[in-house]
Antibody
Framework: EVQLVESGGGLVNPGGSLRLSCVASGLTFTNAWMTWVRQAPGKGLEWVGRIKSKSDGGTTDYATPVKGRFTISRDDSRNMVYLQMNSLKTMDTAVYYC???????????WGQGTLVTVSS | DIQVTQSPSSLSASVGDRVTITCRASQSISRHLSWYQQKPGKAPNLLIYAAFSLQRGVPSRFSGSGSGTDFTLTITSLQPEDFATYHCQQTYSTPYTFGQGTKLEIK
């Protein structure tokens, strides 16, 4: 059974930084493309970004609102994917989910989410 | 970025009804559209991928159709557990944008 568990959320001041982690089990992580999706309180889902497997280049893609501020990385030895968030804004307040990408790009497995609150 | 417009934003229906939710992409996305169900306080759950392929374990009362720019999620014979929020997502090109969501409520 595939399981994804996020951690690292919390309260941070505007302009601050935070790193989220997601540990995966029940899959061959080295082959997995991993995605971060967020959901602001009472709002819809927003795709944040994705990292491909190292064998597929390990490249990343980002949504326009986070490009240049957020960085996704992975540690295949630990089955972990990370979301480094810098220069945080109040609009970044959301539950952040990690998910696995199916071959056609849809997110087929999801974690339970971790809440990030950006506020002074 | 490809924009995805989902309608309606909310919908009231009764158990046993048939409901339809639509998504329209701002450019052709072939059949690269997925549908998710989300219940309050929970992560989304993939229902349909590639416009009409049912994810393993999803009941057959859920179906998807469409290609190009216009897509539909249909739920036949609504069950009590189907009252939730539904999201569509284009996976044709990054960033993989979502629709605004449709909240399906009990009438």
């Amino acid at each position: 059974e595939v399981q994804l568990v996020e951690s690292g959320g919390g309260l941070v001041n505007p302009g601050g930084s935070l790193r989220l982690s997601c540990v995966a089990s029940g899959l061959t992580f080295t082959n997995a493309w991993m995605t971060w999706v967020r959901q602001a309180p009472g709002k819809g889902l927003e795709w944040v970004g994705r990292i491909k497997s190292k064998s597929d280049g390990g490249t990343t893609d980002y949504a326009t609102p986070v490009k240049g501020r957020f960085t996704i990385s992975r540690d295949d030895s630990r089955n972990m994917v990370y979301l480094q968030m810098n220069s945080l804004k109040t609009m970044d307040t959301a539950v952040y989910y990690c998910s696995t990408d199916s071959p056609l790009g849809s997110s087929d497995y999801w974690g339970q989410g971790t809440l990030v609150t950006v506020s002074s | 970025d490809i924009q995805v417009t989902q309608s309606p934003s909310s919908l009231s229906a009764s158990v046993g009804d048939r409901v339809t939710i639509t998504c329209r992409a701002s450019q052709s996305i072939s059949r690269h559209l997925s549908w998710y169900q989300q219940k309050p306080g929970k992560a989304p759950n993939l229902l349909i991928y590639a416009a009409f392929s049912l994810q393993r374990g999803v009941p057959s009362r859920f179906s998807g159709s469409g290609s190009g720019t216009d897509f539909t999620l249909t739920i036949t014979s609504l069950q009590p557990e189907d009252f939730a929020t539904y999201h569509c997502q284009q996976t044709y090109s990054t960033p993989y944008t979502f629709g605004q969501g449709t909240k399906l409520e009990i009438k």
